[in-house]
Nanobody
Framework: QVQLVESGGGLVQPGGSLNLSCATS????????VGWFRQAPGKEREGVAC????????YYIPSVKGRFTISTDKAKNTMSLQMNSLEVEDTAVYFC???????????????????????WGQGTQVTVSP
């Protein structure tokens, strides 16, 4: 059974940092794309960053590029999202996910619809406030 469990959310001031972690089980991190998504109050869920299958390429949405870093740890079956220089606009519930789509090209997309048949964690709240 595929499972993903996020941790590491919390309250931080603008300019601060948080590291989100996602414990995974039931699949290999190398077999499928994995990614982080977020949903702010009253807004649609959006993709933030992803890593392609076979430890492929990473992708970041423009608003977080240079501030966030996605990574995986095969030995621990975890994935992480290091978030630096946080902004109030980063406030949201953050979700980790895997698309469960076999791929050999190592390219990922954060288009939410593509991940609909995958597996998701339950989310962790990140609040950035003065």
């Amino acid at each position: 059974q595929v499972q993903l469990v996020e941790s590491g959310g919390g309250l931080v001031q603008p300019g601060g940092s948080l590291n989100l972690s996602c414990a995974t089980s039931g699949f290999s991190l190398s077999d499928y794309a994995v990614g982080w998504f977020r949903q702010a109050p009253g807004k649609e869920r959006e993709g933030v960053a992803c890593i392609g299958a076979n430890y492929g390429r990473t992708y970041y949405i423009p608003s977080v590029k240079g501030r966030f870093t996605i990574s995986t740890d095969k030995a621990k079956n975890t994935m992480s999202l290091q978030m630096n220089s946080l902004e109030v606009e980063d406030t949201a519930v953050y979700f980790c996910a895997t698309d469960l789509i076999p791929s050999h090209h190592g390219i990922c997309t954060v288009v939410v619809d593509r991940w609909a048949s995958g597996s998701w964690g339950q989310g962790t709240q990140v609040t950035v406030s003065p």
